[in-house]
C-alpha cells in the first residue's frame, strides 16, 4: 500500500514541484510505514526517473498513453485511478499548480 504520486517533467528535467511532492509523500510513507511511488508520463525520459528516486521514490510507474501527453485531466485520473487500485495506494500526493488542480478532484470522484 504504496503512497502515490503525481509527477510531471518537461522535456529535459522533473518540475522542482513534482520533487517536492515526492519529497512529502516520502515523509508520510515513512508514517504509515510504507514506500513511495512516483507516476510520471512513459513519453518522459527514462534517465529523469533516477531524480525521482533521489527525491524519495522506490518504484516509478511509467504509463504511456497519447493522451497523458497532451495533459488531458480525464486520462490522467483514469491513469492514475487504475495506477492506485493495482498498487493498493489510498494515498495520493499532488502538487499545487494548475495541472494537479485539474485532475484530484476527478480522480476522487472515480475513487470515491
Do not use: C
Given at each position: 500500500?504504496?503512497?502515490?504520486?503525481?509527477?510531471?517533467?518537461s522535456?529535459?528535467?522533473?518540475?522542482?514541484?513534482s520533487?517536492?511532492?515526492?519529497?512529502?509523500?516520502?515523509?508520510?510513507?515513512?508514517k504509515?510505514?510504507?514506500?513511495?511511488?512516483?507516476?510520471?508520463?512513459?513519453?518522459?525520459?527514462?534517465?529523469?526517473s533516477?531524480?525521482?528516486?533521489?527525491?524519495?521514490?522506490?518504484?516509478?510507474?511509467?504509463?504511456?498513453?497519447?493522451?497523458?501527453?497532451?495533459?488531458?485531466?480525464?486520462?490522467?485520473?483514469?491513469?492514475?485511478?487504475?495506477?492506485?487500485?493495482?498498487?493498493?495506494?489510498?494515498?495520493?500526493?499532488?502538487?499545487?499548480?494548475?495541472?494537479?488542480?485539474s485532475?484530484?478532484?476527478?480522480?476522487?470522484?472515480?475513487?470515491?
Amino acid at each position: 500500500m504504496p503512497v502515490l504520486v503525481f509527477t510531471e517533467a518537461s522535456s529535459t528535467k522533473i518540475r522542482k514541484s513534482s520533487l517536492e511532492a515526492v519529497n512529502y509523500a516520502k515523509h508520510i510513507a515513512e508514517k504509515l510505514g510504507t514506500t513511495v511511488t512516483a507516476v510520471i508520463d512513459g513519453s518522459t525520459d527514462a534517465a529523469l526517473s533516477g531524480d525521482l528516486g533521489k527525491a524519495g521514490a522506490k518504484k516509478v510507474l511509467t504509463i504511456s498513453d497519447a493522451k497523458l501527453k497532451d495533459g488531458n485531466p480525464r486520462a490522467w485520473a483514469i491513469a492514475l485511478d487504475q495506477a492506485a487500485a493495482a498498487e493498493g495506494a489510498t494515498v495520493i500526493v499532488f502538487s499545487h499548480d494548475l495541472m494537479s488542480k485539474s485532475i484530484a478532484p476527478r480522480l476522487s470522484v472515480r475513487m470515491k
